[in-house]
């Protein structure tokens, strides 16, 4: 039942394998349009904005290299491919939300406690970025922990 599953994925026509891939070219567009207006149009380098970036630069690669590996592999393989890096990319995008939150959170209400123990802006901002990759990491060890268990990827 399976093969036959994969063998009907292979054997689909051109045009619906380009509708597999053309939003994934207009995303990149989207994505490199909203990376360049961000970084020429403010300060990269604030905590909060600085995981705002990131999440656009990890989405951007999500979709780089789900265009680029579309010609090398079998349909049936990039679909699996995507959504690995698709997942990958909605679980960091949530990390992203959460921190930007706690940052905001900790401007408005803890500002004096904040500057006083982390002066310098470029230190938070990589605090940040690093619980960024921290959480990021613990929120999607429990799905992947059970994908290796279950033997689906």
Same mark, same amino acid.
């Given at each position: 039942?399976?093969?036959?599953?994969?063998?009907?994925?292979?054997?689909?026509?051109?045009?619906?394998?380009?509708? /597999?891939?053309?939003?994934?070219?207009?995303?990149?567009?989207?994505?490199?349009?909203?990376?360049?207006?961000? *970084?020429?149009? @403010?300060?990269?380098?604030?905590?909060?904005?600085?995981?705002?970036?990131?999440?656009?630069?990890?989405?951007?690669?999500?979709?780089?290299?789900?265009?680029?590996?579309?010609?090398? @592999?079998?349909?049936?393989?990039?679909?699996?491919?995507?959504?690995?890096?698709?997942?990958?990319?909605?679980?960091?995008?949530?990390?992203?939300?959460?921190?930007?939150?706690?940052?905001? *959170?900790?401007?408005?209400?803890?500002?004096?406690?904040?500057?006083?123990?982390?002066?310098?802006?470029?230190?938070?901002?990589? /605090?940040?970025?690093?619980?960024?990759?921290?959480?990021?990491?613990?929120?999607?060890?429990?799905?992947?922990?059970?994908?290796?268990?279950?033997?689906? *990827?």
């Amino acid at each position: 039942m399976a093969q036959n599953g994969s063998a009907a994925l292979e054997s689909v026509g051109i045009g619906l394998k380009m509708c /597999i891939i053309i939003p994934e070219l207009i995303n990149m567009a989207f994505l490199l349009l909203g990376i360049y207006g961000m *970084y020429r149009g @403010i300060e990269v380098q604030h905590p909060l904005y600085a995981v705002l970036f990131s999440n656009l630069i990890v989405a951007l690669l999500s979709s780089i290299i789900n265009t680029t590996v579309f010609g090398f @592999i079998s349909l049936h393989q990039y679909i699996r491919v995507s959504n690995i890096t698709n997942g990958f990319s909605v679980y960091f995008h949530g990390t992203c939300w959460l921190l930007s939150s706690l940052i905001r *959170y900790v401007y408005i209400m803890h500002n004096d406690w904040l500057f006083s123990k982390f002066p310098d802006v470029k230190k938070q901002c990589w /605090i940040a970025l690093g619980f960024e990759i921290a959480l990021g990491i613990m929120f999607m060890m429990p799905t992947l922990g059970t994908f290796i268990y279950l033997g689906n *990827y």
